[in-house]
């Protein structure tokens, strides 16, 4: 899988950062869910599957197909 850099809201070099792929599919890097409360509310989350919580302005470097 190849990444290419879109944009981050971190003024370090940390996260939140949002990837595109050459799959046709985005990557985030963000803080890892962990809050069991949250996890108990997701749906069909198959083996290999993790969640990272990103906040919604990181999505204003996603394209607009």
Do not use: H, N, W
């Not at 070099?13 to 990557?27: E, I, K, N, Q």
């Not at 890892?32 to 509310?41: I, P, R």
């Not at 993790?50 to 470097?61: D, M, T, W, Y």
Request: glycine share 10%; aromatic share 8%; charged share 30%.
């Amino acid at each position: 899988m190849r990444l290419t850099f879109l944009g981050s809201t971190s003024d370090g070099g940390s996260c939140p950062t949002l990837y595109a792929t050459d799959r046709d599919t985005y990557v985030v890097q963000g803080d890892l869910v962990t809050d069991l409360e949250a996890l108990a509310g997701l749906r069909d989350v198959l083996d290999g599957e993790g969640f990272v919580e990103i906040p919604k302005e990181l999505l204003r470097f996603a394209p607009r197909d």
